[in-house]
């Protein structure tokens, strides 16, 4: 009697074990498909924010709202930057600080993307001799994605000019330099290059470090600092950019047309394709987890050899 009390009770301590270890599995698994779900829509929603064609109908000169009206929603909107063959075609503001546009689109609503900005300390008709303008480095050639690149000089070669729109004229950009830089350099992010540094040093120190350097640059340039975020907390990439009077032609304009008709711009799976996949994993997982166990005559479970 003592005996079958004591099997009875190891079998139900048994199940009770492979219970609680079935529900610990299952509930790891929800927890890690819930969270996953999650990531992707969180970052198909950054994605769709810092996407350039969510403001492409404010860009000076486009049909739609016009550059005019987003200025009048947001003040802090001064310019709108584009170079020729990338993903940068952005609005630029400048806001009271330099955090505030580290999560504010250009509209001044919250997005993670964020913002292309002016240091806040400098003035926004990029009357400064340079001129320096943040913004996140993403991927898919989003926000400042795309500044890494012109570390290859062949890129640069191939990417060197843009436009640079403010006070309701185009103005042409003209690309020199890509150094890899320290957050904290103050040459490299000093607000006011013309006295500390004079111009000539901060020139001079630019070719002296930089890791492409083609092209010049004169003390009577206005010079553009564009910097983002790379690998390492201190780590940025920064290119230099001098502001010219003739403007450039661009020469990327039909592709670039070609491919917003087609929409072929590589997304890799749409949104809904990576949730149901995951839905589809935890279903499996779950089922698996959670079969019912058949037992033969002699208590032992099935097994397939």
Not at 163 to 171: E, I, K, M, R, V
Not at 240 to 264: C, H, M, W
């Amino acid at each position: 009697m003592w005996h079958d009390l004591t099997r009875r009770l190891a079998k139900g301590a048994i199940r009770l074990a492979n219970w609680l270890v079935d529900g610990l599995v299952l509930s790891l698994v929800v927890i890690i498909v819930v969270y996953s779900a999650y990531v992707l829509v969180d970052n198909g929603r950054v994605v769709d924010e810092a996407s350039a064609e969510v403001f492409e109908s404010y860009k000076p000169d486009a049909d739609g709202p016009g550059f005019s009206e987003l200025q009048a929603t947001n003040p802090d909107v001064c310019a709108w930057l584009t170079i020729y063959g990338t993903g940068v075609d952005y609005p630029v503001v400048r806001g009271e600080d330099n955090e505030k546009y580290l999560n504010t689109d250009p509209t001044g609503a919250f997005a993670l993307s964020g913002s292309l900005f002016i240091d806040y300390r400098q003035p926004n008709d990029f009357s400064a001799p340079a001129t320096i303008i943040y913004g996140h480095h993403m991927e898919d050639s989003l926000m400042f994605g795309d500044l890494d690149r012109y570390g290859q000089s062949t890129y640069l070669e191939q990417h060197n000019h843009g436009d640079l729109y403010y006070d309701g004229a185009h103005h042409g950009i003209e690309i020199v330099a890509y150094m890899d830089a320290d957050a904290y350099d103050r040459t490299v992010y000093s607000t006011s290059v013309g006295t500390d540094p004079s111009t000539e040093d901060f020139i001079a120190y630019v070719r002296e470090h930089a890791g492409v350097w083609q092209g010049e640059l004169s003390p009577e340039d206005h010079i553009l600092v564009l910097s983002t975020c790379a690998t390492g907390t201190n780590g940025r990439h920064v290119v230099f950019a001098k502001i010219t009077d003739q403007t450039y032609d661009n020469p990327y304009q039909e592709q670039e047309v070609s491919r917003t008709l087609a929409g072929t711009r590589d997304e890799g799976f749409p949104l809904w394709a990576k949730v149901g996949i995951a839905l589809l994993v935890f279903i499996a997982i779950a089922w698996v987890v959670g079969a019912p166990r058949k037992s033969n005559k002699n208590g032992r479970k099935n097994r397939k050899l």
